[in-house]
């Protein structure tokens, strides 16, 4: 089946670093979704996209379609302490009826 | 506005002892979602309801229920909670199941424990 590398697994940054994370898949893939998960909360869509290629920001976020539709990546740029959680890639295939694959998540924490 | 909303938000049971989780949506969409999220790991999906169809995932254990009485309301029904079912329990809404605009929007989800 469809797999979904996520990396890095952590990271530990210092306020108003740049960040940036990235996932790829096994196959193409025509939907890339970020997500960014609180602690004790549900997922929260960051970004999504839809298109080989496409980049589209939302605030300090930059999330990028790879151009092979095998990866994804997303940057955050000047973190600051709220930046910290879990951020999600998922994504899906072509074949019809297959199911959003979710990557094991990149656990971010932001030192001030 | 909550358009997902998951009720309750931490619920404690008991080994074997039968239990529901909620999920109601205000989106009006037709797909509804369980998913179920263990410490420190992705959402792992358990089934899917696009309008009155059920679609369970082939891994899921039967002891794992779910109902859709309308198109607002989602239950998950756990019929014997063991140890490993302790989890966060995350509902999610999609106006369809494919295509380019399948977006999930997910409720703040449910805390299971299992005494």
């Known amino acids: 089946g469809q797999q979904l590398n996520q990396s890095p697994q952590s990271m530990f940054i210092q306020e108003g670093e740049d960040v940036s994370m990235n996932c790829t898949s096994s196959s193409i893939f025509n939907t890339w979704l970020w997500y960014k998960q609180d602690p004790g909360e549900g997922p929260v869509l960051l970004i999504a996209l839809y298109k080989a290629g496409e980049l589209t920001s939302n605030g300090r976020l930059t999330a990028q379609f790879g151009i092979t539709r095998k990866d994804s990546f997303l940057n955050i740029s000047a973190s600051i302490p709220s930046d910290v959680g879990i951020y999600f890639c998922a994504g899906r295939g072509y074949q019809a009826g297959t199911a959003l694959i979710f990557g094991k998540g990149t656990t971010l924490s932001v030192s001030s | 506005d909550a358009m997902v909303i998951q009720n309750p938000r931490y619920q404690v049971t008991q080994f074997g002892k039968p239990v529901t989780l909620s999920c109601s949506q205000t989106l009006n969409h037709n797909v509804m979602y369980w998913y179920q999220q263990k410490s420190s790991q992705a959402p ?7 309008d009155k169809d059920f679609n369970n ?4 254990p039967d002891n794992f229920q779910s109902r859709r009485p309308n198109t607002s309301f989602c239950f998950l029904d756990i019929r014997s909670p063991g140890l490993g ?3 966060m329990y995350l509902c999610a809404t999609s106006l369809i199941a494919t295509g380019l605009k399948n977006i999930q929007y997910f409720g703040a989800g449910t805390r299971l424990s299992v005494l």
């Open chain 2, 44 to 50: 792992k999906l358990l089934f899917h309801y696009y």
């Open chain 2, 85 to 87: 079912d302790a989890a």
């Open chain 2, 57 to 60: 995932e082939a891994d899921t």
